[in-house]
Nanobody, 123 residues
Framework: VQLQASGGGLVQAGSSLRLSCAAS????????MGWFRQAPGEEREFVGV????????YYADNAKGRFTISKDNAKNTVYLQMNSLKPEDTAVYSC?????????????????WGQGTLVTVSS
């Protein structure tokens, strides 16, 4: 599975941004797609996840109510819609794919990673 994340950029606080993660390769075997982020000097943290087939989502507290994950099976693409962005949302956002079923929040549970896309939120 190859993953390509895009859509990052510089935005002002309160703005919205949509990230995309295009998957290719053996996507039929992918069970869940996750979004993670890593701020400068911090560890990578879980943002949210969506199951590939049923579209079930689960979010970390840092994303609940502001971020929404969706997917387009026809395009093999997963999206992360981010609203009401805050300066503390500044990070490199990465998508990942897990081949085992179940909601996965740990980085260790994911088998494939895309390169990150930088989101910078100015105050």
């Amino acid at each position: 599975v190859q993953l390509q994340a895009s859509g990052g950029g510089l935005v002002q606080a309160g703005s919205s941004l949509r990230l995309s993660c295009a998957a290719s390769g053996r996507t039929f075997s992918t069970y869940v797609m996750g979004w993670f982020r890593q701020a400068p000097g911090e560890e990578r943290e879980f943002v949210g996840v969506i199951t590939w087939s049923g579209g079930v989502t689960y979010y970390a507290d840092n994303a609940k109510g502001r971020f929404t994950i969706s997917k387009d099976n026809a395009k093999n693409t997963v999206y992360l819609q981010m609203n009401s962005l805050k300066p503390e949302d500044t990070a490199v956002y990465s998508c990942a794919a897990a081949l085992r079923p179940g909601i996965r929040t740990s980085t260790r549970a994911y088998d494939y990673w895309g390169q990150g896309t930088l989101v910078t939120v100015s105050s």
